[in-house]
């Protein structure tokens, strides 16, 4: 019998993955850190390691940097997965010696299974890329309604410190408040996932990264920061609201028009969005960009402002001239911090407004709120009974209140 060491610190997602492989007849152990997980190989020698990345007391690249210390891929495979993509973790992990990363917000348990055997496999079969179409008889419909229900408690977790954060402004016990959110956010992440709610996992993942660097960096708390999480916030109820949490949502086809006359902005632009799964069509200049829009549609548009021939505003009018453009999401991206720049934004049509240089974790949240959000009818209003029954935690007035609060409390 081959014996599995799950290091993981989320309960839940150590518990999906070792009944499943229990079931398969594997012999499981659980640590719930790095500490423990290295002292529990050491004791009881697994023959492979489903490792988790953010973990406590040491973390998961640190871990894979020991075991490869003593055992080479061939000798012990090691399965890392993660929810989000902080400090370019995943990259880390591939240089550490994994054998494969795997994201969790869309990674369904049987996939997770199907890959240890593979793994364990003499001998292993050629690697391939994994495919994410499972059967929705996967999921338990009983485990899935008991986490959409319990939704009003899971946003007023959300709301709470949000509302704290937005109040106080810049204050050393942003990091606790930061901390909370996150402790609220990452099970959301690999629960949904676990359950076959990809809208919800896809949006808590990139919460949870930008969350995850607030922790390591508080002084990067903005307004546009604190905005972006409480926009998505709003989406995670909306998801909650939607029949079956959104879970039929799927990105894949997702389009982001950029138009950046700098190449490195492109570039940078182009690779957030596609660790959030959305595919970026760059243009470095407005011209092109009025070209390239023409009898197509995009689920998003980032725009930068100082570009030759016209400039962002100009050219966001005219795509709010266009019919197919009237409600697509607009989000300028620009060098300029003067208030008279994002009231202009606004003025022209822009649905929001980030300065340079600017978190990459931000503009993967909000750009992924923008176009979640877009894909969903508005089946339910705010203030009410959301699809699953339960009251709405925060009306639209309180969402907009909040807002005013956060941009004032940075005015002073």
């Not at 973790?89 to 199907?114: D, F, H, R, S």
């Not at 008889?137 to 709301?159: G, N, Q, Y």
């Not at 972006?228 to 989406?235: P, S, V």
């Not at 992924?368 to 925060?394: C, D, Y």
Request: aromatic share 6%; net charge neutral; charged share 20%.
């Amino acid at each position: 019998m081959k014996n599995v060491l799950i290091i993981e610190d989320d309960p839940l997602i150590a518990d999906v993955y070792s009944q499943k492989l229990r079931e398969q007849g594997f012999a499981v152990n659980v640590a719930a850190d790095g500490r423990a997980g290295l002292e529990m190989f050491h004791e009881r020698k697994a023959d492979l390691v489903l490792l988790d990345l953010l973990l406590p007391q040491i973390d998961g690249v640190q871990v894979l940097k020991q075991l490869r210390s003593e055992f080479g891929p061939q000798e012990l495979p090691v399965l890392a997965f993660t929810n989000a993509y902080p400090g370019g973790m995943v990259q880390q992990a591939w240089e550490a010696g994994a054998n494969q990363v795997i994201p969790k917000a869309g990674t369904k348990p049987g996939l997770v299974i199907q890959m240890v055997e593979n793994a364990l496999a003499s001998p292993p079969p050629p690697a391939t890329s994994p495919t994410w179409t499972t059967s929705k008889a996967e999921f338990d419909p009983v485990a899935r309604k008991t986490f959409l229900d319990s939704s009003s408690e899971t946003l007023a977790a959300l709301w709470r410190p949000l509302k704290q954060l937005a109040v106080q402004g810049y204050h050393p016990d942003n990091q606790t408040c930061f901390r909370e959110l996150l402790g609220v956010v990452r099970p959301l992440t690999t629960t949904a996932a676990s359950l076959g709610l990809e809208g919800i996992a896809q949006m808590c993942s990139a919460l949870e990264a930008l969350l995850q660097e607030l922790c390591d960096a508080p002084h990067r708390l903005s307004p546009s920061v604190l905005l972006t999480i409480a926009q998505a916030t709003d989406t995670l109820e909306s998801l909650f609201a939607y029949p079956h949490g959104g879970s039929a949502k799927n990105l894949s086809g997702a389009r982001v028009l950029v138009v950046d006359d700098d190449a490195f902005a492109r570039q940078a632009v182009s690779r957030v969005l596609s660790r959030v799964n959305l595919r970026a069509v760059c243009v470095d200049n407005p011209v092109r960009a009025l070209k390239r829009r023409t009898g197509k549609r995009f689920d998003l548009i980032v725009l930068d402002i100082e570009m030759p021939e016209a400039n962002g505003f100009d050219l966001c009018s005219r795509f709010r001239a266009m019919p197919a453009c009237r409600n697509t999401p607009i989000i300028f991206l620009s060098v300029r911090k003067d208030l008279k720049d994002r009231t202009e934004s606004v003025l022209r049509g822009g649905n929001d407004y980030i300065t340079k240089p600017f978190l990459h974790t931000e503009l993967a949240t909000k750009a992924l709120s923008f176009v979640i959000g877009g894909s969903l009818k508005p089946a339910h209003t705010a203030g009410k009974p959301n699809g699953n029954g339960s009251e709405s935690v925060f009306s639209r007035r309180e969402l907009n209140a909040l807002k005013q609060v956060i941009l004032g409390s940075y005015d002073s």
